[in-house]
């Protein structure tokens, strides 16, 4: 079975910094690894997602996150942070197709004006 | 932009009753799932749903768990005999065939069980 690990739970951040969501996995079988945003009082969003092919993979606000299999790791990066990205931000695995997605623990994303 | 919609927003029961959460999904989508979050805890996942039957489930998923699409477009969480560590967030999400882990979810339905 593949799990995940988020080991921050809350990241707090100055506002335009820059920062770093942590992200292992494991599994026994190749992946698909995801990261998902949760705004307040809202359901998750698919934030960007790495399938095959370039291991890096951007969204369209601005966060990439670089998949590395050596390391089993799917970091999510952003070069500057604003108000607007305060969230909990969780990183999910599936192994196929419409399988389902196997989350981590979440962390929490402050942004301090 | 079509979404995933849940209903009720936050229930409150009292343990031992039947509690039904509900989900139109989205209209195209044929993959369903239910999900759940406990305060503070990570997001589980429930079961899976496709061609009208249970895909997979976990071992959360035990027989006080059932799940439905009783009319081609809702879909259906019940707890037969709520307990207290039921008390949890609920998120329904749908997807399309064949793209793989992109999943709309729901607000979710908060339950909480007294």
């Known amino acids: 079975a593949q799990s995940v690990t988020q080991l921050d739970s809350q990241v707090p951040v100055f506002e335009e910094a820059p920062v770093e969501l942590r992200c292992n996995y494991s599994?026994?079988?190749?992946?698909?690894l995801f990261w998902y945003v949760q705004y307040p009082n809202q359901g998750l969003q698919l934030l960007l997602k790495?399938?095959?092919?370039?291991?890096l993979v951007e969204s369209i606000n601005g966060f990439e996150a670089e998949f590395n299999k050596s390391q089993t790791s799917f970091h999510l990066r952003k070069p500057s942070v604003h108000i607007s990205d305060t969230a909990e931000y969780f990183c999910?695995?599936?192994?196929?197709?419409?399988?389902?997605?196997?989350f981590g623990t979440g962390t929490r994303l402050t942004i301090i004006p | 932009e079509p979404e995933v919609t849940q209903t009720p927003s936050h229930q409150v029961t009292q343990m031992g009753q039947e509690v039904i959460l509900r989900c139109v999904p989205i209209?195209?989508?044929?993959?369903f799932y239910w999900y759940r979050q406990i305060l503070g805890q990570k997001v589980e996942f429930l079961v899976s749903?496709?061609?009208?039957?249970?895909?997979?489930k976990s071992e959360i998923f035990d027989d006080q768990f059932s799940v439905e699409r009783p009319d081609g477009s809702n879909f259906t969480l019940k707890i037969r005999s709520t307990k207290l560590e039921d008390s949890a967030m609920y998120f329904c999400?749908?997807?399309?065939?064949?793209?793989?882990?992109?999943?709309?979810f729901g607000e979710g339905s908060r339950l909480t069980v007294l």
């Open positions: 999400a749908s997807g399309l065939a064949g793209v793989a882990g992109e999943l709309f």
């Open positions: 599994s026994s079988v190749s992946v698909y």
């Open positions: 790495y399938l095959s092919g370039s291991t």
């Open positions: 999910a695995v599936s192994r196929f197709g419409n399988e389902k997605l196997t």
């Open positions: 209209s195209n989508h044929l993959y």
């Open positions: 749903f496709y061609n009208n039957e249970i895909s997979e």
